[in-house]
């Protein structure tokens, strides 16, 4: 009789684990911010025709994704996080698991998958329509089969790696850092080696057809082939991030991420990275297996660290969620240091240890996301209902004014126009366009000219529609006017 394989078993339940637990958080009912309406309006104007201005910013990967969906007749939101969000979400704990067995063992893929499972960020993200978690699997994906590449330098491993790292640079730009982490590793590990590698080569090129006919689309839809780069590298935005001061309060994420009872073991497994500092002349010289992982799980942390803390000196968590493997690793490191400690005078209590140490870890994260999700998840209610409203009350070919462009635009499926800054240039605008609808509202900010233009011109705009905080309706949090001619 074949033997059973309990950790097979191990990592099946984890995977269940972070399916149920995503699956159980994606029910609860939300209404879609800035950015997840950026990409949802984008497939409705690509598949259903909707008028909707593309932002230059947005990466088209995600975008294509729901534009297939919606294409083929599904616009459900929780079933397009169920293909998009969720199903990404869990495979970044499988990739979690596959990339920690690869590059240190069974056991630490194992115990930094069930952190990854647990985790409060990806949780949180996996109940929006955003790119962090396709991003984030792309991302340990595009690691996983370059490791492999470092080990048995295989060329389907390379192109595997190439064709990870790409779509990832497709769904996000913060997937620029693996990219990153990647080309250092090489010039620390091979120096000038990697310019001989032809598989290198094979990879480099596989990776600029990917990315080439999304540039070549820039050009002919924004203009520009690099459309995307003002908003994130320009020179007048490069100097603002610089202006700021440095981030160091972004040193937070190393407790954000494993909260406090895996932090203790994040410090533990962070001391013997010594053997990095001691012995890193060996990873050049010799094979050295563990030096060379701690050194690629540094570079993870590192990088995209420098990153936001020294240049764009601002940061969310899941911006930088690509370190959250690498914290994870550590912090297995550390809780099996300490087992192995335990286990040489109990066995049974250093597997009572690991369990309650696991699930004590996981408690904290699972209670906060479910904190987070409840209490945001009516934030920006009042735009799904104007935008239903606008809907119901207007014709395909109606214009509207609002600051809420993108969310109007995917719940009103109308032309949405953003204020322009001077009245002055609001005015002409009118005359040009003849719009029907003039929105204010205090979820996204408007010019000041916009909030009293109703008022200093009553013969232009009437109030159809309203919500207010108070049952006098002294109190507007949103306001609908329509023009009167």
């Keep these: 009789m074949k033997k059973i394989d309990y950790k097979i078993i191990l990592l099946i339940a984890i995977l269940l684990l972070a399916f149920i637990l995503r699956i159980i958080f994606l029910s609860a009912p939300q209404t879609v911010w800035w950015d997840e309406a950026e990409y949802l309006a984008t497939a409705k104007h690509w598949a259903l025709g909707i008028p909707y201005d593309i932002g230059q910013q947005r990466q088209p990967l995600l975008p294509i994704l729901l534009t297939i969906f919606y294409f083929i007749g599904i616009s459900s939101l929780p079933i397009l996080k169920f293909f998009t969000v969720a199903i990404p979400s869990t495979l ?43 991003g984030l699997t792309l991302g340990l994906f595009g690691f996983l089969f370059f490791y492999k590449y470092t080990k048995k330098k295989k060329l389907s491993s390379i192109l595997l790696a190439a064709l990870f790292l790409g779509l990832g640079l497709l769904t996000r730009i913060g997937d620029i850092l693996p990219i990153g982490i990647v080309i250092l590793y090489l010039l620390i590990t091979q120096h000038i080696k990697i310019f001989k590698d032809k598989n290198l080569y094979y990879a480099l090129g596989l990776g600029i057809l990917i990315i080439v006919p999304y540039l070549i689309w820039n050009y002919f839809y924004h203009g520009k082939i690099l459309a995307f780069w003002g908003g994130y590298f320009g020179t007048e935005t490069t100097a603002f991030k610089l202006s700021r001061p440095i981030a160091w309060h972004l040193l937070s994420f190393f407790k954000t991420y494993p909260e406090w009872i895996f932090l203790i073991f994040l410090i533990i497994g962070a001391i013997t990275l010594i053997n990095l500092i001691i012995g890193f002349d060996l990873i050049y010289k010799k094979q050295n297996k563990e030096l060379k992982a701690d050194l690629f799980t540094v570079l993870m942390i590192l990088i995209p660290m420098i990153f936001f803390i020294f240049i764009e000196r601002n940061a969310e968590p899941r911006w930088a969620i690509i370190i959250s493997a690498a914290l994870f690793f550590l912090i297995a490191k550390g809780l099996l240091l300490v087992f192995d400690f335990i286990k040489k005078y109990n066995k049974q209590i250093a597997m009572i240890f690991m369990v309650i140490v696991l699930l004590a870890g996981a408690y904290p994260h699972i209670t906060t996301a479910k904190q987070l999700i409840d209490v945001r998840k009516g934030t920006f209610a009042g735009l799904a209902d104007s935008g239903a409203w606008l809907k119901q009350n207007s014709n395909p070919d109606d214009i509207i004014f609002s600051s809420a462009v993108p969310q109007h635009s995917y719940y009103a499926e109308r032309l949405v126009k953003g204020f322009p800054p001077t009245e002055e240039i609001f005015e002409e605008r009118v005359k040009e366009l003849k719009p029907r609808y003039f929105v204010i509202s205090q979820f996204e900010k408007s010019p000041q000219y916009a909030y009293i233009y109703p008022q200093n011109h009553p013969e232009k705009l009437r109030l159809v529609s309203g919500l207010f905080s108070d049952p006098e309706k002294t109190k507007p949090i949103l306001l609908i006017y329509e023009f009167i001619s």
């Design 92 to 134: 970044a704990v499988l990739a979690t698991y596959l990339l920690g067995k690869e590059m240190y063992d069974e056991k630490i893929g194992l115990i930094s998958s069930f952190i990854m499972a647990v985790c409060w960020v990806p949780i949180f993200w996996t109940t929006r329509v955003s790119t962090d978690m396709l």
